[in-house]
């Protein structure tokens, strides 16, 4: 065993027994995110692991090739559903502020495609899920504030820095697909680029029944997704007679809600000329109360502010751009389009083929929200199972959670 391995191993035996001290020590010399090679546990996992109920086995294969530290079932008491009791969860959650204090990493996956989180979560211990989901949040927020930095230092605007991401579900997952390359999966794999916006907006797309894929197979909108279009179309516009803006018509479903609702104006912004030659075959041109703004967002938003055409309601779904697009679509261009009593909501899709993640950029946004002049509330709907005959043809199921949280932003006060 080499030097780093022993380290390695000596570190994640420490953070499996909750001991403070002896961390503290090592912590000097080795680092706080090290994975064991054959696990691909961190410090974190160790810690978390070590809860785990007497009867359930983590990692049991581990243990069976000799790896001592993972789950040792030392709780002792039966006082928690869990098997850990009290104090063993809440040195647990010590060890873990320790880790984190010395720059442990929040979304490191394991050999089991589990980040710590993940694996909090599948244990059932809720408390070290949320210190999981806290440690997620200040790293998200850290690192949206250094690209914003990197590109005042780099004298760039946003339009020559807009995002690469798609933002329609599961976009910001922050950790590996594959858990055989064990690697640093880090904060920073959260800004992965897939697909780019303007190769997405080249790109050929295929209309299906019930989905459109882009070239490379992303699903680009889903059918399963209508009752969150019902839904937010009746929060959002409850009465007749409102004036409506929705940012990406994809296959039009909330657009024809919107319509059911008889909005007095119903404006719709949209960039891929195949569905804007869709939207042409479909009628949505020759609709009386219907304006059809071709073009990115981005170049659009601006015009319509110019004319000073306010809404009552506004929604945002568009897709390839990243969470900076949403970001800068609600802090600059939001306040020149919405009535003061106005009210609007975008596609929550944030992370959503994680759990962990989705929850972290759920509260990431609710914070930047708050930040831009926001209230939110949050209504959360069940997501009927998904037909496994939906995601075929399909590259990358971005959605995988039950829960949706349904956004409804309004001016703070
Ligand atoms: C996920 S779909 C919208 C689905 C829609 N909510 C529905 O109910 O069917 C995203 C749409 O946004 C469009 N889009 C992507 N980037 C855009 C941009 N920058 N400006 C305007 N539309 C954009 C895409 O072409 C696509 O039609």
Same mark, same amino acid.
């Given at each position: 065993m080499s030097d780093s391995d022993l380290e390695t191993q000596q570190l994640l035996l420490a953070a499996s027994q909750h001991d403070i001290r002896r961390l503290q020590i090592l912590l000097r010399r080795g680092s706080a995110s090290a994975q064991d090679p054959e696990t691909g546990f961190t410090p974190l996992h160790a810690a978390i692991a070590a809860c785990e109920p007497p009867s359930s086995s983590v990692h049991t294969e581990s243990r069976e090739n000799g790896h001592q530290f993972y789950g040792l079932g030392n709780s002792t008491s039966? #006082?928690?559903?869990?098997?850990?009791?009290?104090?063993?969860?809440?040195?647990?959650?010590?060890?873990?502020?320790?880790? &984190?204090?010395?720059?442990?990493?929040?979304?490191d996956v394991d050999m089991n495609n589990e980040t710590p989180g993940c694996l909090a979560l599948r244990l059932g211990l809720k408390d070290l899920y949320a210190i999981m989901v806290d440690a997620g949040v200040r790293a998200e927020i850290l690192l949206n504030r250094l690209d914003e930095y990197e590109m005042l230092s780099n004298g760039q605007d946003s339009e020559e820095t807009e995002g690469v991401e798609k933002s329609n579900g599961g976009d910001l997952n922050t950790a590996q697909e594959n858990s055989s390359d064990i690697q640093d999966a880090g904060a920073d794999s959260i800004s992965r680029p897939e697909p780019d916006s303007d190769?997405?907006?080249?790109?050929?797309?295929?209309?299906?029944?019930?989905?459109?894929? #882009?070239?490379?197979?992303n699903g680009v909108m889903m059918a399963w997704e209508?009752?969150?279009?019902?839904?937010?179309?009746? &929060?959002?516009?409850p009465k007749a007679g409102l004036r409506v803006l929705n940012v990406g018509h994809g296959m039009g479903i909330i657009d024809r809600f919107i319509q059911e609702k008889s909005p007095s104006a119903h404006h719709i912004i949209e960039a891929h000329p195949q569905v804007l030659a869709q939207m042409r075959k479909d009628g949505w041109y020759a609709k009386s109360n219907v304006t059809i703004h071709e073009g990115k967002w981005q170049d659009v938003v601006?015009?319509?502010?110019?004319?000073?055409?306010?809404?009552?309601?506004?929604?945002?779904?568009?897709?390839?751009?990243?969470?900076?697009?949403?970001?800068?679509?609600f802090s600059d261009q939001i306040i020149g389009l919405l009535e003061d009593r106005g009210k609007w909501s975008f596609f929550n899709g944030l992370g959503a083929d994680r759990q962990i993640c989705y929850d972290t950029y759920t509260r990431v946004v609710e914070l930047d929200l708050f930040e831009a002049g926001f209230d939110t509330e949050w209504e959360t709907m069940h997501v009927l199972d998904i037909d496994k005959e939906a995601w075929k043809d399909v590259k990358r199921r971005y959605w995988v959670l039950k829960d949706y949280k349904l956004p409804i932003c309004s001016f703070t006060g």
């Open positions: 039966e #006082d928690d559903s869990h098997g850990a009791g009290e104090d063993e969860i809440q040195n647990a959650a010590k060890t873990m502020k320790l880790l &984190l204090e010395n720059g442990a990493i929040w979304n190769d997405y907006l080249r790109s050929s797309l295929t209309f299906h029944k019930d989905k459109i894929v #882009d070239g490379l197979q209508a009752d969150i279009m019902k839904r937010t179309a009746d &929060l959002l516009v601006p015009n319509v502010i110019e004319q000073s055409v306010l809404f009552d309601a506004i929604y945002f779904d568009t897709f390839a751009e990243d969470y900076k697009a949403l970001r800068d679509f």
